[in-house]
């Protein structure tokens, strides 16, 4: 889901460096026809309501069919709902390094139409912008992979690796017909070394490109339950024993709860990176979130939590009190309270061990602390240096000429399912305005929107990786 993204918009430019793609002789595309036809595929897909709940996503499945048998490349359908499919294409190579995964996402978010000033399912092209649901939210990775098999498959570039494009649905809110039915029934068919998918992408502001994102991992989404219950009582009548006395405290001292810092490969390069092209005020914080010193640490933890949230978010796992439930009337003093807590557990965190933590924080027998029904995504993380994350570094300095931030999102994606399968993910997006999420253009916004020209240079872009890691040298 493309609010991943959004997390993504606070991150800066680093001053990594980057390997230069290997060079080879295979043909060049046409750019003006590849633009013109992404233009044309773009605009189709974006035309289907492919909104999740209900699950619409077979019209733009059986689109993406055709016009991948059209060109004689092998595709099938897997299903776990005949109304819902997934899409499997493969490119075969020679076999001589494992394949390479490209994944996208046919469904949306809903709309509420009303709130449209063009139409959601319009792909209304105006001022530069194409807007609909979807634009960013996955239709775009859809086109752009689409658009990496069709290229390919023309050129007949020799590829030492299979390259497989799986068109995916229910990822915004059924992925038991999705990556989960995928993994556990067809883990065959999309089994590869790397793979890439949504989850990062390129930040601009005032129209200028300010860094690019690539996630490597992602935070554990996991929901935790606090219950007290005490004596049921006529509200004039006040009871030590309230239950929702001690929720209320018990919620109280979660948010007060500085939660400890877990360091790991992708967060501790995104703060040195970050240190070495910051202003140096800011430099000396970013640095001393790593210092293994409290008294160093912590007072710059402090200011990143108050000022920084996302940034301190990236530090640890992280609890979020989100629902409290408790009482029916006003003068009858309830007998239970409940409160619901967003927790997302760093991937190395130990679940069991973390909720214990939570309970000695609360430290009220009063409370019961348990884990609340949730979905719960596999951990995984992917490295730094391997051969799929140099050739993105190297083509995010050719394409849009700035440098690569690893980063660990503190939202979640589908790439979670295959990092557990031992599948080397990361996250690439097209670039999208810092301006445009605070104006309600963002993913899943009313106006979600894309620019035309970034949209293109993507699609460019994410051929340009997959060509360079999959062909033949």
Partial sequence: MRNCLQFLIFCIATGASVAAPATDHSPAPDWAEFEEETLRHFV??????????PGREKAAADYLVQVLQAEDIPVQTFALEAHRPNIVARLKGNGSKRPVLIMAHTDTVNVDPAKWQFGPFSAERDGGYIYGRGTVDDKDNVVAA??????????????????IFLAEAGEEGATKIGIEYMVNNHLDQIQAEYCYAEGGGVVRQNQSVRFAAVQ???????????TARGPAGHGSVPLMDNAVVHLSSAVSAIGKWRIPIRLNETTRAFFQRLAAIS???????????LHPDPAVRDPADDYLRRHEPLRASMLRSSISPTIIDGGYRVNVIPSEATATLDTRLEPTEDAEAFLDKVREVIDD??????????????????????????????NIARHYETTTLPTMSTGATDMAYLRAKGIQCYG??????????????GAHSDQERILESELQRFARFHYDIVADLARAR
Avoid: H
């Avoid at 992602?218 to 606090?226: H, S, Y």
């Fill in 365 to 394: 027998p009063a409370i019961d602390v348990s884990w609340a029904p949730r979905n719960i995504r596999p951990a995984g993380t992917s490295r730094l240096d391997t051969e799929a994350f140099q050739v993105v570094e190297s």
């Fill in 146 to 163: 689409l658009m990496v098999m069709l290229t390919l498959k023309r050129l007949n570039v020799p590829l030492d690796r299979d390259v």
């Fill in 428 to 441: 690439i997006g097209p670039a999208i305005d810092i301006e445009d999420g605070p104006k309600g253009f």
């Fill in 216 to 226: 490597t991992m992602e935070k554990i989404p996991r929901a935790i339950a606090l």
């Fill in 44 to 53: 189709t897909l974006v035309r289907f309501d492919t909104t999740d709940p």
């Fill in 279 to 289: 202003p140096p005020e800011d430099a000396q914080r970013y640095m001393d979130v």
